[in-house]
């Protein structure tokens, strides 16, 4: 079932059951006031009827029945002595009920007759009105009644209308419920059909045109363009990302086939060049294994793979890296200024890469014969760790695109990477909830600073150094 025939029915459901509640309560109170009105005109005729025959004469003279001098064609009138004996009456039939001794008892009470009141006569509802008629000879009870049938033919009219009516009101409002329903889902239906022709055509460009006010539809529309929007950027980050893999694994692969094919040569090549031709090999083997190595871990993250989040001490970690660093730098310096021994809540193998590739990069540029800066603060609940690099600077214009993948600057062309360790460093900062950014002035070197949620504070001695030496 669609939901437009799903929120028809509801609207109709609705509808109709609001018109039971008001037609049940519009009859009620329609046979209300014409029963009452039906008692009224009933007593009055039986009051008028009892003054007429106060002067008739003796009543108790005739036998069976005095020939009355008000006889409507739909007003039965009946005449009984006391003791319960009909001595005047044009009731065809079984005659109309009475108990002398109760009225008499309520009218010697209450000091009037009662209200008319509804009864059966012979399978046939009437409405009977009973009081005392005093004449000169004494006093008798006179009876009137008429059926109800007189009353119902006008309410069944009030029914009938009220179910036709009711029943053409709700097939009505179906009507204009379904199209009222239809031309609210009409933009969804869009929606619906841009978004099976952008699948088919996998055009992330397109957008759905939406031009009505911002309710629940339009919010709608809005959010599913801006889906589109981010899986646009996706998409083309994804084809730029795969393009750039494999230009960056082209080049070594390129390398490996030429120096194979040397290999390879009859007769053979010298053994000098032999030598050279192996230790090429070596080297572009040894590249496309960190470029492999990069791009798993770029995947990794991107895959939303979780990182631990644990105390992770920042000084043992530093003195770690600063050890590893003075293998493959020897002779550079790291200088850790340190202010507190403080925690980081983080993954400790994640961590230790990120500062990894941020000292392995300040070293890089930075001269012989100048320090490279490691700095740490507390501040709001977060540890800021910064590196400072006394290197050539990276431009302004170059500063907006340093963590985008396969990046390279005019500097950092020259070295040999494939761009990706800042784009790493960035994707691992933030699975751990913390952020990198850098500062960077032309000709007076970069200061790159991570920033991670505190876990411990102890404090310690305020200056401390570890350097690699």
Sequence with gaps: MSIRLRLTLIYSAILALTLILFSAALYGVVYGVTLKEAQDTLKAEGISLATTLHSY??????APAPP??????????????????????????????????????????????????VVTVGGQQVLLYSTLLRVHAGTAILQVARPLQLIDQPLAIVRRDLLLGGGLVTLLAFGIGWLLAGTALRPINRITQTAH????????????????????????????N????????????QRRFVADASHELRTPLTSIRGNLGLLQREPPIHEADRVAV??????????????????????RTDAGRPLRHEPVPVAPLLADLSRRLAASHPGRLIHYEEGDDVAVAGDPDALMQVLLILLDNALKFTPADSAVTVATTVEGGHVSIAVRDTGPGIAPDALPHIFERFYQGDVARAETGAGLGLAIAKALVEGQHGTIAVESHVGQGSIFTVTLPCATVAQRPAHASVSAS
């Design 57 to 62: 004469g003796d009543l108790f003279a005739f």
């Design 68 to 117: 009355l001098p008000l006889d409507p064609t739909d007003t039965l009138i009946q005449i009984r002595r006391l003791d319960g004996n009909v001595i005047g009456s044009n009731v065809q039939g079984e005659p109309l009920p009475l108990d002398p001794s109760v009225l008499v008892a309520q009218i010697q009470t209450t000091g009037t007759a009662p209200d008319p009141a």
């Design 197 to 224: 022709e952008i699948g088919a055509a996998r055009d992330f460009g397109r957008r759905v045109a939406y031009s009505g006010p911002p309710d629940e539809v339009g919010r709608l529309a809005t959010t599913f």
């Design 226 to 237: 801006a889906m589109l929007a981010r899986l646009q950027e996706a998409y083309q980050a």
């Design 278 to 299: 192996l230790a090429d090999l070596v080297a572009e083997s040894e590249r496309m294994s960190r470029l492999v190595g990069d791009l798993l871990t770029l995947a």
